[in-house]
Nanobody
Framework: QLQLVESGGGSVQAGGSLRLSCAASGYTYSMGWFRQAPGKEREGVAATDSVGTSVYADSVKGRFTISKDNAENTLYLQMNNLKPEDTAMYYC??????????????????WGQGTQVTVSS
């Protein structure tokens, strides 16, 4: 039974940075970060596979970096130059499908509890 435990959310001013962490209790094929703002659908932010390749949503390219520490079984999301529109609940998720790079919610079957990121002007 795979468990994902997230940490690192918080409140920052626009232009600030946060690093989210996700500790996985077992094997993961691919992992990603999703976010959901009130009244909006959950959307993919970034995802990476077992060999370290990654994809990003256009809205975060150049600002966010996804990485993984395989030895510690931990996923990270470094978020720089945060904007108010980045405000959302951020979720760590794991996928065991070959189409992980599409960042479809339906392809990620294990989810963390979510961590809130709030960016103020």
């Amino acid at each position: 039974q795979l468990q994902l435990v997230e940490s690192g959310g918080g409140s920052v001013q626009a232009g600030g940075s946060l690093r989210l962490s996700c500790a996985a209790s077992g094997y993961t094929y691919s992992m990603g970060w999703f976010r959901q703002a009130p009244g909006k659908e959950r959307e993919g932010v970034a995802a990476t596979d077992s060999v370290g390749t990654s994809v990003y949503a256009d809205s975060v390219k150049g600002r966010f970096t996804i990485s993984k520490d395989n030895a510690e079984n931990t996923l990270y999301l470094q978020m720089n130059n945060l904007k108010p529109e980045d405000t959302a609940m951020y979720y760590c998720a794991a996928s065991f499908t070959g189409t992980w790079y599409a960042m479809l919610v339906a392809d990620f079957h294990y989810w963390g509890q979510g961590t809130q990121v709030t960016v103020s002007s």
